[in-house]
């Protein structure tokens, strides 16, 4: 009965309060008293997603490097990353055989669970990665990400049944753990704990729940899903969570303390690390946002924790920096464009290319309908509606993919399965 948590302090928090800036000296400093303090951790999430671009791109850092110093350094800890499917660690579909080289190498040096997800739920487009990780005899967790608001019956497309048909789906494949991936941290708690509740009796496997604080109350969507009887739940050390990273670790562990639900977690242990973030993450603040606190705004335009920070640097950059509430607007009249869609990386990048595309030029989505206005759509837009990120359950709306593309739409078909091998030798 007792739950499990992951740290997501040394990946996902960092990416979703400072643009994944975190250098590796500040995580190798304290990963030995993560081994010796909080050995009853279930993982520890330190790699994948952004951190593996934002290490080469900026950091002028190794990212295997970091990895391995990490495992040298907390030999007792499950090692978590986040996989993108065929997106590998990238914003592009890659050939089959580099993504089975990648899990591969990821296994050998050190990540023991790989958190597998679509950018639109689409589970043939995670079948390459399930089997690349189930091949490496590590642990596979397959991902369904979290959109709209299964509370709602207005928004009937992201339903019930549609996540339990995609947790069979998962199953089948011969995942080890179920995932909520919530990105935006739109799962309210009366949803969470009927989505695990459910889960749970449709499916044999465990669940673990993820989400993001940008609504202020995400902890009682943990603390639902705990109820509900999810095994497994995702939080950030107390300095490093809230806004748009993780709920408060700290906080979760002590409002279990001597409940069935326990975790075990010593709060002297607890205390003493989230100290040390504190002291680091000062060094950072350069790349924060300017919020200050949590929006209900979320539940309007869904925009993902790990990108809220990066796309109003974005809009920022452009000169839209007091514009940031059309911009925001505007996201979630473009997911709306879209046919309302999955917004994860790299779909959601796609999706916040066209908002800052559609502000800047002051287009409306009338005039993005328009078949007598002449528009240029941004290269992201293209690629996606032709297919290259693969396609949601009911396609992309008609109308605009024939706007964009200029034709009707392409055929359905894996993105993956007609890129040829990549000759690994050469490129070594």
């Known amino acids: 009965k007792q739950v499990l948590i992951t740290d997501t302090t040394l990946r996902d928090a960092h990416q979703s309060l ?37 290490a080469l791109r900026f950091l002028k850092e190794d990212p295997w490097e970091r990895l391995a110093a990490l495992r040298e350094r907390v030999p007792n800890v499950l090692f978590q990353m986040l996989l993108r499917g065929s997106n590998a660690v990238g914003y592009t579909n890659y050939p089959d055989n580099v993504v089975q080289f990648f899990v591969r190498q990821a296994a050998a040096n050190g990540i023991d669970l790989f ?33 709209g608001d299964l509370l709602d019956p207005k928004r009937p497309k992201y339903n019930l049944q549609y996540y339990v048909n995609i947790a069979r789906e998962l199953e089948q494949a011969g995942v080890h753990i179920l995932s909520i991936k919530d990105m935006a941290g739109v799962c309210k708690p009366a949803a969470a704990h009927q989505l695990i509740s459910t889960l749970k009796q449709e499916t044999g496997l465990p669940i673990h729940f993820h989400t993001h604080d940008t609504s ?15 095994d497994a739940v995702d939080a950030a050390m107390d300095s490093m969570s809230g806004l748009t990273s993780q709920p408060n670790l700290g906080a979760i562990a002590a409002a279990l303390r001597g409940s069935e639900r326990d975790p075990g977690l010593d709060g002297d242990a ?66 709306q464009l879209f046919g309302d869609i999955v917004k994860v990386t790299p779909t959601s990048k796609v999706v916040g290319d066209m908002a800052l595309f559609m502000v800047t030029a002051g287009l409306t ?32 709306p008609p109308e605009l993919t024939r706007r964009i593309l200029g034709t009707e739409p392409p ?12 000759d690994l030798a050469a490129e070594r």
């Open 270 to 335: 607890l205390r003493s690390i989230a100290h040390y973030w504190e002291g680091v993450r000062r060094h950072y603040a350069a790349f924060e946002s300017d919020i200050r606190a949590g929006t209900a705004d979320v539940y309007r335009h869904e925009m993902p924790g790990g990108q809220y920070t990066n796309l109003r640097e974005q809009a920022r950059a452009m000169g839209l920096e007091h514009h940031w509430p059309e911009v925001a607007e505007m996201y979630a009249q473009v997911n």
């Open 18 to 54: 400072f643009a994944t800036r975190m250098r590796s000296h500040d995580m190798w400093a304290i990963a030995p008293y993560y081994a010796r303090l909080l050995p009853e951790l279930f993982s520890l999430e330190c790699w994948g997603g952004a951190t593996f671009d934002v």
């Open 411 to 422: 055929p359905r078909e894996r993105p993956g399965a007609h890129l040829p091998a990549a």
């Open 216 to 230: 202020g109350i995400a902890a009682a969507s943990v603390l639902a899903a705990i109820d509900a009887g999810v």
């Open 115 to 147: 958190r597998v997800f679509d950018s639109l739920n689409w589970v043939e487009n995670m079948r390459v990665a399930i089997d690349a990780v189930l091949d490496s005899g590590k642990l596979c967790e397959g991902a369904i990400c979290y959109t």
């Open 365 to 396: 989505p009338a005039d993005v309908l328009n078949p007598d206005k002449e528009i240029n759509f941004p290269e992201s837009v293209v690629s996606l509606f032709k297919g290259q990120q693969g396609f949601p359950p009911d396609g992309f």
